[in-house]
């Protein structure tokens, strides 16, 4: 681990000289809203010397510098949505928040693309695409809160992922700051380029490690007119399951296909104070099928509504808001069970994804907690939820590393990996060590030295370095 000095009056002087001394907060009651993200284990909480906004990539790039200059760690916060720890200052010094940086500088309808701040709002660029009458594809479930500099470093998942890909498939080029303080653009708004090391891919899901993203150039797609979102419950929870790769591979190209077991139809329902059908025995999988025909809509909902009902669905219906509303709310609803849960995130290939969701639940079975799942399906991404409820602090952390290792084990052994979209954050740093190739993570420690000599960015997570 590095040493830091820490953030004193004179690193405070030269912060307030670099951003304005309003954009610089010291005052403990300031500083504890960062100590944590989503994370409510107190355990990984810890506070910032001094949390700084800076007002453009020229103050950005002041203040990493300065963080070289004083030794002084710098972690990187958007809307602070992590579910990996991401956004805590785990080694201390300046929690540097981008929400000043929250313009939409572009929209050009047709060549496609918008050209946005880092810190803008996920949800404000999906509302601009739409009224353009096109789609900016990225959605994380988070969107209401969440911001674009977050999902483009976490390169973040979510509903639309199965048809468009993750936020890493929704970018042309980034604006970065440097590790060291250089304002660098990297990628092209092109479709296609072999021009020497695709930069802007490497810090897309870097987690705030290699470069400090303030701009981005966002794909747009045409916005599909037509759209259906269907929702069949299934009471066996293996016929749910395996209904997955059946609607992949039939052909009909959906945008999302959603799985919730039991537990979270009913968390959610209880959360959202609805009683949907099925609420005590069903299990949900939401698929959402989009076109640019009205026919191409009827027949690949005719295809989906046999396959479904062939599959041993106990009803097919249509999905109207209250279900992707409870689809939504089922990070939320776990507190209705749990004060204290674990929210996990695996990635397995996509014909896995069945039998990895039957041997989570089957393993947890045997476990003292109750073990919630529910699933992007359609990309391979299952998220897990462990719920403490009464259960005693040392039985917990003893258990749910068993358990952990039980599951990170069989997702490797069938070609998985630690996290679909998450990240690794502070959360999994001991797991990435253990599962990764070594080769692989030599490679990734030599970029991250190479880039951070002084190791100032977001120290602590994803590499233990
Ligand atoms: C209810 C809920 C639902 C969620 N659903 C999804 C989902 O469907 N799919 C999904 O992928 N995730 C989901 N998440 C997780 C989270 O919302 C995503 O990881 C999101 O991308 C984080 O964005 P943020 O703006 O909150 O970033 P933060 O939490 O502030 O930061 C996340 C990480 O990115 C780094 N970072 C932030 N901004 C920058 C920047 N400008 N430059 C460099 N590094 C930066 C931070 O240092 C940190 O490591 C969900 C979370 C919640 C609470």
């Known amino acids: 681990m590095s040493e830091y000095k820490p953030v004193t009056n004179e690193v405070i002087e030269a912060l307030k000289a670099a951003v304005g001394s309003e954009y610089v907060l010291t005052e403990p009651e300031k500083l504890d809203a960062y100590k944590t993200d989503e994370e409510t284990n107190p355990h990984y909480f810890h506070l910032p010397e001094a949390v700084v906004l800076p007002g453009s990539a020229e103050e950005v790039a002041a203040v990493v510098k300065l963080a070289n200059q004083y030794k002084f760690p710098i972690t990187v916060r958007s809307a602070g949505t992590s579910l990996a720890g991401g956004a805590i200052p785990v080694c201390g010094g300046i929690v540097l928040l981008l929400e000043r940086l929250n313009k939409i500088l572009e929209v050009n309808h047709d060549a496609m693309y918008m050209v946005v701040e880092a810190g803008a709002l996920t949800k404000e660029i999906q509302e601009i695409a739409n009224k353009e009458g096109l789609l900016y594809a990225g959605d994380p479930c988070s969107a209401d809160s969440c911001l674009i500099g977050g999902n483009i470093a976490t390169n973040a998942g979510g509903n639309k992922a199965v048809r468009y890909g993750t936020t890493r498939n929704q970018v042309y080029a980034v604006e970065v700051v440097t590790p060291t303080?250089?304002?660098?653009?990297?990628?092209?708004?092109?479709?296609?380029?072999?021009?020497?090391?695709?930069?802007?891919?490497?810090?897309?899901?870097?987690?705030?490690?290699?470069?400090?993203?303030?701009?981005?150039?966002?794909?747009?797609?045409?916005?599909?007119?037509?759209?259906?979102?269907?929702?069949?419950?299934?009471?066996?929870?293996?016929?749910?399951?395996?209904?997955?790769?059946?609607?992949?591979?039939a052909g009909i190209t959906p945008t999302s296909v959603e799985f919730m077991d039991n537990s979270f139809v009913r968390s959610t329902n209880d959360y959202c104070e609805s009683r949907l059908p099925h609420y005590e025995d069903g299990n949900y999988v939401i698929i959402t099928v989009e076109t640019f025909s009205e026919d191409e809509l009827d027949s690949k909902m005719e295809v989906l509504d046999t396959l479904c009902s062939e599959n041993g669905a106990v009803e097919v219906l249509e999905a109207d808001e209250r279900v992707w509303k409870l689809r939504r709310s089922c990070q939320e609803s776990v507190r209705i069970i749990s004060l204290v849960s674990i929210t996990d995130d695996l990635v397995v290939p996509l014909d896995k994804?069945?039998?990895?969701?039957?041997?989570?639940?089957?393993?947890?079975?045997?476990?003292?907690?109750?073990?919630?799942?529910?699933?992007?399906?359609?990309?391979?991404?299952?998220?897990?939820?462990?719920?403490?409820?009464?259960?005693?602090?040392?039985?917990?952390e003893k258990e749910v590393a068993k358990f952990h290792a039980e599951v990170y084990e069989y997702?490797?052994?069938?070609?998985?990996?630690?996290?679909?979209?998450?990240?690794?954050?502070?959360?999994k740093l001991e797991e990435l060590e253990t599962y990764t190739a070594p080769g692989e993570l030599l490679v990734m420690k030599t970029i991250k030295k190479a880039m951070d000599p002084n190791n100032i960015l977001n120290p602590g997570k994803l590499l233990k370095i």
Not at 201 to 218: H, R, V
Not at 228 to 245: G, H, N, Q, S
Not at 416 to 423: D, F, I, P, Q, Y
């Open 181 to 249: 303080g250089d304002i660098v653009e990297m990628g092209a708004r092109l479709q296609k380029k072999t021009t020497g090391y695709c930069l802007e891919q490497l810090l897309i899901g870097s987690e705030g490690t290699l470069g400090i993203i303030t701009k981005a150039t966002l794909k747009l797609q045409p916005l599909p007119p037509y759209r259906f979102d269907l929702l069949a419950i299934f009471t066996e929870v293996e016929k749910a399951i395996d209904i997955v790769p059946k609607v992949i591979k």
């Open 411 to 427: 997702a490797y052994g069938i070609g998985g990996r630690l996290s679909g979209e998450h990240g690794i954050g502070v959360k």
């Open 353 to 396: 994804i069945a039998e990895t969701i039957k041997f989570v639940m089957e393993t947890g079975k045997k476990y003292p907690f109750k073990v919630m799942t529910l699933a992007h399906a359609g990309d391979g991404n299952l998220h897990f939820v462990l719920c403490k409820c009464e259960l005693a602090d040392e039985v917990w």
